[in-house]
């Protein structure tokens, strides 16, 4: 598999063996050396024993995993104390605790003029923020941001602040005493309360929230493999990284690497593949199958093997990934398997083959994710992934599926390619917030992200927007038809010691987010207002927050149609409980799955 070099990955000419790291080299000479100058030592009678012990080679494993086990792959928590400010005589008197110790401690770090005076401003409030990292992360990778006020303070709405810089660390406390590491987050940005995605008057919604990607990853998170103890040594490491470096290589110029670095003689680091970028545990569960040994005489039997269990159903998944870590070699037994009749087979075999990039992965993965919900969240992975052009056209038409969850999964991973700059055109209707027209075949509507970016996407026409009277919206929003032009509203802004603001755009969602964005409105006003509109019937179009296909399904067999399925039961409104099964919590952002 070629492609582009990883950050931080080994690199080599093609013709030079595997190295053996410096420091391991060194240890087993000095450890041989030893023999011959500490007589005492040799005179010992269990001496032959301990050094035959020392230089025998255990047995090589047949595959990676037999002998390794996957390090790295947990999600960190990090957390910290900030500022919020901007609020519109919001925020409060913060009361003397451990956080606003912790945050006048952090002001002065950085040289923040009289902190306790800035805290006592109705402008401002203190907030603890929380994220997750996630494996694999590199140095400047964004990160969501959660938001949530502190008992006892004397804010009563987040909404329209600005989280100002923060630091967030992980904290532990141990013999009675906070813990805390070096920086790993830092981040600021717009804040988007609970209330203006769900709607509620509930002051806990007001005073919590996330920063969209608003955080910064300060060090790379390095995964690798942990070499148990029966298996320790140094050639074991260098063998198992040559045969993970001759299924995962990239070209440098005339040099060939690897994203396999044998550390010591019980870790081998792994730099993360471009292709898999998106699924770091696939990339990983893919390592743990490649043959310990390399190709050998027994990888043709393997083939036939692997083949037969490939025809059942219970045991394609694994044999799909012992398959595609065959690499090349194991194409034709995968392109036999999708042509297999029973769909999940075909599934696992196109997932595999598109993780090889091979073009015959991308029909049947289009027709399977449109087909069945359980195969929406791998089966888009899988075409993001993909270098293939087909795989973005496959893309594009899967954005014109019924259920809403697949258009915009679809939206997402087009997005994300390297190629979506060019298939996807936002529009800026706020700072900071895109806002995308999606043309769509299918019944319209809009999709709202409480994940990653600020974004607003239209699937299908520009949906009118007809208020009778008027709608009002947070931040002293007011929005109504203009008397003078019809087929236009009048959006006006009246905050106390500010100017009024007003703008008068086209009766449409887009015009309408014109309008929210050039009167000085942000991401929250924008997802406040058209809940607002769609709860008041006062636009046709649909809403969904955050409608992306969920990890993990099960599969159901051919003619079954998951209860969770938005598909099945398109939101009329906003109101989750009629448009979801108890187990899809999809339109709740704190209790949804990862991505």
Not at 320 to 346: K, W, Y
Not at 465 to 481: N, S
Not at 516 to 535: F, N
């Amino acid at each position: 598999m070629s492609s582009r070099t990883p950050r931080g990955a080994v690199t080599e000419t093609a013709s030079r063996a595997v190295r053996v790291p410096r420091r391991m080299a060194l240890g087993l000479l000095v450890g041989l050396g030893g023999c011959n100058l500490m007589p005492g030592w040799r005179d010992k009678g269990d001496s032959g024993d301990q050094l035959n012990k020392l230089l025998k080679v255990p047995e090589m494993p047949d595959l990676i995993g037999e002998a390794a086990t996957p390090q790295g792959l947990t999600f960190v928590s990090v957390e910290g104390v900030a500022a919020i400010n901007r609020l519109p005589g919001t925020g409060g008197t913060v009361p003397p605790s451990s956080f606003r110790d912790q945050l006048v401690e952090e002001m002065k770090k950085h040289e923040v003029p009289d902190p306790n005076r800035f805290l006592e401003r109705s402008e401002t409030a203190l907030v603890r923020v929380q994220a997750i990292i996630p494996p694999g992360v590199r140095r400047g990778d964004p990160i969501d941001l959660r938001v949530i006020s502190p008992p006892q303070t004397g804010a009563t709405d987040l909404h329209g602040g600005w989280l100002m810089d923060t630091r967030l660390r992980q904290q532990q406390t141990l013999s009675g005493a906070l813990r805390k590491s070096e920086v790993l987050v830092v981040g600021t940005g717009q804040i988007l309360t609970r209330a203006s995605s769900e709607g509620g008057e509930d002051i806990t919604q007001k005073l919590q929230g996330i920063v969209l990607g608003g955080g910064r990853i300060q060090q790379d998170r390095m995964m690798g493999l942990f070499i148990r103890g029966e298996y320790k040594h140094v050639k074991i490491a260098a063998e198992m990284a040559k045969a993970i470096n001759q299924r995962f290589y990239f070209f440098e110029g005339r040099n060939r690497g690897g994203i396999a670095n044998p550390r010591e003689d019980d870790y081998i680091e792994i730099t993360v593949h471009p292709r898999y970028r998106r699924n770091i545990h696939r990339l990983m569960a893919v390592v743990g199958k490649v043959a310990a040994k390399g190709e050998s005489q027994d990888t043709q039997h393997r083939l036939v093997e692997l083949g037969k269990r490939m025809a059942e159903p219970t045991t394609a998944a694994e044999a799909a990934l012992q398959l595609e870590a065959l690499g090349e070699r194991a194409i034709p037994t995968l392109l036999e398997a999708v042509r297999n009749s029973d769909a999940e087979i075909r599934f696992y075999a196109a997932e595999a083959l598109a993780y090889l990039d091979r073009s015959e992965a991308i029909e049947p993965l289009e027709r399977l994710i449109a087909a069945h919900p359980a195969f929406r969240h791998p089966g888009l992975l899988a075409l993001e992934g993909m270098d293939n052009r087909s795989s973005l056209d496959a893309l594009r038409r899967l954005m014109n599926q019924p259920s809403i969850e697949t258009r915009y999964g679809a939206f997402r991973s087009i997005r994300r390619r390297p190629d979506g700059k060019v298939a996807l055109r936002p529009v800026a209707v706020a700072t900071g917030v895109d806002f995308y027209t999606v043309a769509s075949e299918t019944q319209p509507f809009i999709a709202v992200s409480l994940v990653d970016k600020a974004e607003i996407v239209l699937f299908g026409p520009d949906c009118p927007v007809e208020i009778p009277d008027f709608l009002m919206g947070p931040g002293g929003l007011v929005i109504r038809a203009d008397e003078e032009q019809a087929g236009h509203l009048r959006v006006s802004r009246f905050r106390p010691g500010a100017d009024d603001r007003r703008a008068t755009v086209p009766a449409t969602v887009s015009g309408l987010l014109a309008g929210i964005g050039a009167t000085g409105g942000d991401y929250g006003d924008c997802v406040s207002v058209l809940r607002a509109a769609k709860q008041k019937q006062f636009m046709a179009c649909n809403v969904a927050i955050d409608p992306l296909p969920k990890a993990q399904r099960e599969y159901h067999g051919e003619d079954s149609v998951e209860p969770s399925d938005p598909a099945t039961v398109p939101p009329s409104n906003l109101d989750a409980e009629t448009v979801e099964e108890p187990s899809s919590r999809w339109w709740v952002w704190w209790k949804r799955d990862a991505n």
